[in-house]
């Protein structure tokens, strides 16, 4: 079994909406992961029909855009147990079809544990393969966050 699965999900083309991508497709490309257990993944819009991916590792972190309300480029950090116990903090679809992958991969004997990360956008649904500004501002703080989850993760 493979350690970490690193999961970028979102669509690239809505703004914000692809910040896990970017970030998955960017943590991919550095030296500092070469030989460790853990891989990257683009997602791209992520539906339930991954799910089987999810039993080959023993750790699946999800990179996302979270929207919960808060200024734009603002990161969270949730566990599974954090989006199953407080319905109202599901805040997308994504929340939704992971938590019905973890439980398929449950029934078929091997369950990830999970682990979202991800920031509030500004826009979901604007036409541009660009961050907006405050996600592009904060970003870099993202993937230094990202960074250090992996390497406790690992």
Known sequence: MKRLLVLGVGNLLLTD??????????????????????????GATFTQDIFHIFQEYERVLVLDAIKA????????????AELRDNKAQRLSLH????????????LLGSKPELLVMGM???????????????VRTAYPLFLEAVRREIRALL
């Open 17 to 42: 909406d692809g910040v896990g991508i970017h970030a998955v497709q960017d943590l991919a490309k550095e030296d500092e992961w070469s030989g460790l257990p853990v891989t990257f993944l683009d």
């Open 69 to 80: 309300g808060r200024a734009p480029g603002t990161a969270y950090r949730f566990t599974e």
């Open 95 to 106: 929340d939704i079809d992971l938590l019905d992958s973890l439980s398929m991969a449950e």
């Open 120 to 134: 509030e956008p500004l826009s979901i649904s604007d036409w541009s393969m660009e961050l907006s500004e405050p």
